[in-house]
C-alpha cells in the first residue's frame, strides 16, 4: 500500500472534511492512519485543537485502539487474534510462533470476526481462518 508523506497542511485538509461529523475524534484519526499510514505525533495537537478536544482525549483514543499505530507500518502487517474465541483454539501459541518467524511485524488483534475459523490472523489486510504460521508465510509480501 503507498501512503502519502506526512505533512500538516495535507492532515489539516483532511480534518476539514471531517469537522461536521459525531465522533470526529476516532474517524479523524483513522483517516490521517489510512492516509499516511500512521498517526504522525503532531497529528494528536492537530486533532485535539480541531475539534477542540483535549490532548488526553485524542491520546485516549489513539492508545485504546489497537489497530490505530504512531508508527510507519513495515512491507507486511500482521496480525493474530487474542480473543477469547481464537485464544481457546491456541491463538497464543501461534502468535507466539508467528513472533519468533517474524518479529516486530505481529501484532496483537482483538477479533476479526471469523470466530468460527479461529485462530484467525490477518496479513496486509487478508483474514487467514485456522491460521498456522505456513499459512501467514504463503499470504506475506
Not at 470526529?24 to 483517516?31: E, G, K, R, T
Not at 487474534?81 to 491456541?90: D, R, Y
Not at 468460527?116 to 490472523?121: E, S
Request: aromatic fraction near 8%.
Amino acid at each position: 500500500m503507498t501512503y502519502a508523506p506526512w505533512s500538516k497542511e495535507a492532515a489539516l485538509t483532511l480534518l476539514a472534511t471531517l469537522r461536521d461529523e459525531e465522533g470526529p475524534v476516532l474517524m479523524a484519526l483513522q483517516a490521517l492512519q489510512e492516509k499516511f499510514g500512521y498517526v504522525d505525533k503532531e497529528a494528536v495537537g492537530l486533532v485535539a485543537q480541531f475539534f477542540n478536544k483535549s490532548r488526553a482525549d485524542v491520546h485516549g483514543v489513539l492508545t485504546f485502539y489497537h489497530d490505530l499505530r504512531t508508527t510507519f507500518p513495515g512491507a507486511n502487517q500482521i496480525s493474530v487474534c487474542v480473543a477469547e474465541a481464537c485464544q481457546a483454539v491456541g491463538s497464543r501459541q501461534l502468535e507466539k510462533d508467528v513472533k519468533t518467524k517474524f518479529g516486530a511485524e505481529v501484532h496483537d488483534g482483538y477479533c476479526f470476526g471469523n470466530c468460527a475459523l479461529g485462530p484467525c490472523a490477518m496479513v496486509n489486510g487478508a483474514i487467514i481462518g485456522r491460521a498456522t504460521v505456513e499459512k501467514i508465510a504463503k499470504v506475506r509480501v
